[in-house]
């Protein structure tokens, strides 16, 4: 009894591995669903994969042939190798895809450095047409002013002799002036428009002032002036402009401590109180003047106007103030500065900055001062 139950188990347990083995065998033939090659389609179709085929030939044609293969092992029954193959068609379609948004990112990049190129080309012209209007609006205001100074009342009313001898004051000062302008304009240009006519008149009116009397040619030694200044505008349009070089140099002064240097008509000035012993310079005043002759040096663009002022007349046939300018100008040139843009003026006391009768206070008017003359404005 009991060998014919374990006969009957027997033939139960070999039927059941037949009808599985005829199960495996039918599910081989049969197709089924792959994810993989699911999203291998998706990553074929989108838009970055299809621009992926003109941008990264080599890495789309490589996933296009693992696709091929996928499809073929699926078709064939194998979705092991058909998982594979769409895996690396999957990463072959994503290499192009970043080839693509690489590409993109370039392009962008080139357009976004060219955009900014542009905008600072176009900055440097605004801040240049920005400087030019500047420098015209200034040289238009210099005319203005020399116009108008030209265009003061043909003569002054009488006065009172107190009064008349401000005026003389004024006038010599206003002469001293318009001599330094138009040497000024002879130092930016020998031969400048107008330099010769306003030469000749302002001799006269030296001559004059010197010898005047009551009557102060008060207007006169204004239009003179504002000639000169004329003279010096001239010669500045004439040869160029600066382009900034004034205010350059000015800052350069201003930052390396104890100069003062202060902007005037002529250029940038610097005055040394207290240079001279005598008609030989001091000590100290002889290294700043060798230090201004390094800068001068520095900046060709400009000539050096050296003017000799002093607190008192000094003595008839004293030739100090020659012998002062003379010192001063080889201390220029001993900085480096070359002696053929070096220029020296004795204005004597004819250009006070205080009251000359005043004894506490009119020592201020001795001075030296070095002017750069800038060559345009």
């Not at 994969?49 to 499809?71: V, Y």
């Not at 594979?84 to 690489?102: N, P």
């Not at 382009?243 to 000015?250: E, I, Q």
């Not at 010192?327 to 002696?339: E, H, K």
Request: glycine share 8%; charged share 30%.
């Amino acid at each position: 009894m009991t060998g014919v139950v374990a006969g009957s188990v027997k033939g139960w347990v070999v039927a059941t591995a037949l009808a599985a083995a005829s199960v495996l065998a039918g599910c081989g033939a049969t197709t089924l669903h792959v994810a993989a090659i699911d999203d291998m389609e998706r990553a074929r179709g989108g838009p970055a994969a299809i621009e992926g085929a003109h941008l990264a030939p080599e890495a789309f044609a490589r996933a296009e042939e693992e696709r091929r293969i996928a499809l073929a092992e699926h078709a064939a029954g194998d979705d092991v190798g058909a998982v594979l193959h769409a895996q690396r068609a999957l990463a072959a379609y994503g290499r192009a895809i970043a080839v693509v948004r690489l590409a993109r990112a370039t392009t962008e990049l080139a357009d976004a450095q060219k955009s900014l190129d542009d905008a600072s080309a176009q900055a440097q012209a605004l801040e240049a047409s920005r400087a030019e209007l500047d420098r015209e609006a200034t040289a238009l205001e210099d005319r203005v002013r020399a116009t108008r100074e030209r265009l003061l009342p043909a003569s002054s009313e009488p006065a009172t002799g107190e009064r008349e001898a401000a005026r003389l004051v004024a006038a010599r000062s206003l002469v001293t002036e318009a001599r330094l302008l138009c040497d000024a304009g002879r130092l930016v240009a020998a031969d400048a428009a107008g330099l010769g006519e306003a030469d000749a008149e302002l001799k006269k009116l030296e001559q004059r002032v010197a010898s005047a009397g009551r009557a102060a040619p008060i207007d006169d030694a204004a239009r003179a002036r504002a000639q000169c200044l004329e003279v010096l505008s001239r010669a500045r349009r004439a040869s160029g402009d600066d382009a900034g070089k004034s205010d350059a140099l000015l800052a350069e002064l201003s930052a390396s401590g104890g100069w003062a240097p202060v902007r005037d008509e002529r250029g940038v000035l610097v005055s040394l109180h207290e240079a001279f012993h005598g008609p030989s310079l001091a000590g100290d005043a002889e290294t700043k003047l060798r230090e201004l002759g390094r800068v001068a040096a520095a900046h060709p663009g400009f000539g050096v106007q050296v003017v000799v002022h002093d607190a008192q007349p000094a003595p008839p046939r004293d030739d100090a103030d020659a012998k002062r300018a003379e010192a001063a100008a080889r201390a220029l040139a001993a900085g480096g500065v070359p002696t053929t843009r070096i220029q020296t003026e004795q204005a004597g006391v004819r250009a006070p900055l205080v009251d000359p009768a005043d004894a506490k206070e009119r020592a201020r008017n001795e001075r030296l001062d070095v002017v750069f003359v800038a060559s345009g404005r």
